[in-house]
């Protein structure tokens, strides 16, 4: 069985700095074998795709690219999001994903999930 439990949310003020790490846990998982995304929603708005990456590349939602940035540690099997100069728009739940697809920035292009960590960014 994969789980994947994000851990690193919290409060922080805009300009702020946040690591989130999503640790995948299953015994037969090959991390880098898959494509690791991030999504994120806010409160009354739907899930949107943030990054992606696999091991020949990356691909970031637009608005965050040069602030935002997704790497791995196969051997912890731990998917990062770095993310720095936040926003008060960067407000919400993120959660990480593993598919097989790429690109895959589309929540069907994944095949397991994380519960989600909450990241608030106060002006």
């Known amino acids: 069985q994969v789980q994947l439990v994000e851990s690193g949310g919290g409060l922080v003020q805009a300009g702020d700095s946040l690591r989130l790490a999503c640790a995948v846990s299953?015994?037969?998982?090959?991390?880098?074998?898959?494509?690791m995304g991030w999504f994120r929603q806010a409160p009354g708005k739907e899930r949107e795709f943030v990054a992606a990456?696999?091991?020949?590349?990356?691909f970031y939602k637009d608005s965050v690219k040069g602030r935002f940035t997704s790497s791995r540690d196969n051997a912890k099997k731990t998917v990062y999001l770095q993310m720095n100069n936040l926003k008060p728009e960067d407000t919400a739940v993120y959660f990480c994903?593993?598919?097989?697809?790429?690109?895959?920035?589309?929540?069907?292009?994944?095949?397991?999930w994380g519960q989600g960590t909450q990241v608030t960014v106060s002006s």
């Open positions: 994903a593993a598919g097989v697809r790429w690109p895959a920035t589309e929540m069907n292009d994944y095949l397991y």
């Open positions: 299953g015994r037969f998982f090959n991390i880098n074998s898959y494509t």
């Open positions: 990456h696999n091991a020949g590349g990356a």
